[in-house]
């Protein structure tokens, strides 16, 4: 089964760091682009990030960017995203997300959820 | 960055009526649109991808049209499976940026 699986999320405090990871299996990575979109709670979706296959092209939101580093391993089929400088408002499901060829956003992982709270 | 308004916000509809959802972009993107699904504490799903082509194993009852700045979600005929929040997303450029959500409720 084409899958990514989500992990890492947990509850920490105002100025903290997680790392979320994303495995993804039934397919090869090196062979998608991939991004994260979160999901505040009872809000719509926003997408937060972006990586190429090779990681020579990495894109962010204007509400992640110098905070969050996205990055990949392939040959572990493995994606990471390092959050710093955690605020109440990246309290989100965050979601692990295939980009298809620039075209579609294929396949969604289940959600990591992350809360930021003292 | 390119901003996308839906509406409505949200609908009510029975079932077999016919339901339409528009998603306007502030600048044209081509057909660089896609629609996406989502229920109640799931992740969201792809319905529709590059304007109008229906993603595999999505039921024929949904379609999607339009072109450069206009841009509509057709569900034929309402099922209770259908309800769902629906949002639009363009992936014409970076930031990615999705509509604002339709809450669909199926009488």
């Known amino acids: 089964e084409v899958q990514v699986v989500e992990s890492g999320g947990g509850l920490v405090q105002p100025g903290g760091s997680l790392r979320l990871s994303c495995t993804a299996s039934?397919?090869?990575?090196?062979?998608?682009?991939m991004n994260w979109v979160r999901q505040a709670p009872g809000k719509g979706l926003e997408w937060i990030s972006y990586?190429?296959?090779?990681?020579?092209?990495?894109y962010y939101a204007d509400s992640v960017k110098g905070r969050f580093t996205l990055s990949r391993d392939n040959a572990k089929n493995s994606l990471y995203l390092q959050m710093n400088s955690l605020r109440d408002e990246d309290t989100a499901v965050y979601y692990c997300?295939?980009?298809?060829?620039?075209?579609?956003?294929?396949?969604w992982g289940q959600g990591t959820t992350v809360t930021v709270s003292s | 960055a390119i901003q996308m308004t839906q509406s409505p916000s949200s609908l009510s509809a029975s079932v077999g009526d016919r339901v339409t959802i528009t998603c306007r972009a502030d600048q044209g993107i081509k057909n660089d649109l896609g629609w996406y699904q989502q229920k109640a504490g799931k992740a969201p799903k792809l319905l529709i991808y590059a304007t109008s082509r229906l993603e595999s194993g999505v039921p024929s009852r949904f379609s999607g049209s339009g072109s450069g700045t206009d841009f509509t979600l057709t569900i034929s005929s309402l099922q209770p499976e259908d309800c769902a929040t629906y949002y639009c997303l363009q992936d014409y450029s970076y930031p990615r940026t999705f509509g604002q959500g339709t809450k669909v409720e199926v009488k």
């Open positions: 039934g397919f090869t990575l090196s062979s998608y682009s």
């Open positions: 990586i190429t296959t090779s990681s020579r092209t990495i």
């Open positions: 997300v295939r980009d298809r060829y620039e075209e579609a956003f294929d396949i």
